[in-house]
């Protein structure tokens, strides 16, 4: 069964950490996706990465930046977390093609105090 | 910005009643994709629809795609407590950088 599979379910951190998100994909996808959650914002893109070592902005990148070093492994990094990114984050993949399907993974719930 | 407007935000029927969920835009997308999510897990792709004025059916559930691309709607005849989730409908906004995503409509169906 396909997986794309993210490293915590619940996570807690302080104003200030840096925080690492992991994300492991199973299907030998090229685009790799980071969204986050929130409750009457819907998904909003954060980054994504369509190859190894590369990566492009999505529409909220402040805050927020990315390592895809290998083509299954795609991380999300917080360099100084603060209370306004308290958020449901879901990572994703895809073959390349325009409509291809998005698989998901069950989501990291973030909270930082 | 590519925005995709989904109603109802909220919607609570009883078992066995039929409804219809709206996502529309102004935009044109290639493609819009619907997807259910239910608590504590990721969005689950139902169905792309890819030109325009497609119908697909998917049991009891029926996705049309706008005659311009600008719009999509799904339909659920006789719904099911098990329709109960999130759903989400996305605009593919072309090449590989991610789909546009509506807010969602929450379904509650009551037994």
């Known amino acids: 069964d396909v997986k794309v599979t993210q490293s915590s379910r619940y996570l807690v951190k302080r104003t200030g950490e840096k925080v690492f998100l992991e994300c492991v994909q199973d299907?030998?996808?090229?685009?790799m996706f980071w969204y986050r959650q929130d409750p009457g914002l819907g998904l909003r893109l954060i980054y994504f990465?369509?190859?190894?070592?590369?990566?492009e902005k999505g529409d909220i990148p402040e805050g927020y930046s990315v390592s895809r070093e290998k083509k299954e492994r795609f991380s999300l990094i917080l360099e100084s977390a603060s209370t306004n990114q308290t958020s449901m984050y879901l990572c994703?993949?895809?073959?390349?093609?325009?409509?291809?399907?998005?698989?998901f993974g069950s989501g990291t719930q973030l909270s930082v105090l | 910005t590519q925005l995709l407007e989904q109603s109802p935000q909220f919607l609570s029927i009883q078992e066995g009643e039929n409804l219809t969920v709206y996502c529309n835009s102004s935009?044109?997308?290639?493609?819009l994709q619907w997807y259910r999510q239910e608590p504590g897990e990721g969005p689950v792709l139902l169905v792309t629809?890819?030109?325009?004025?497609e119908v697909k059916k998917l049991k009891r559930l029926t996705f049309q795609f706008g005659d311009a691309r600008k719009d999509s709607s799904l339909h659920i005849t006789a719904a099911q407590p098990g329709d109960t989730g999130l759903y989400l409908c996305a605009g593919a906004r072309g090449g590989a950088d991610g789909l546009t995503f509506g807010k969602g409509t929450h379904l509650i169906i009551q037994p």
């Open positions: 990465s369509y190859d190894v070592k590369m990566k």
């Open positions: 299907m030998d996808h090229e685009n």
């Open positions: 994703a993949s895809s073959l390349p093609a325009t409509n291809e399907k998005l698989f």
């Open positions: 629809v890819v030109t325009g004025g």
């Open positions: 935009s044109v997308f290639s493609s």
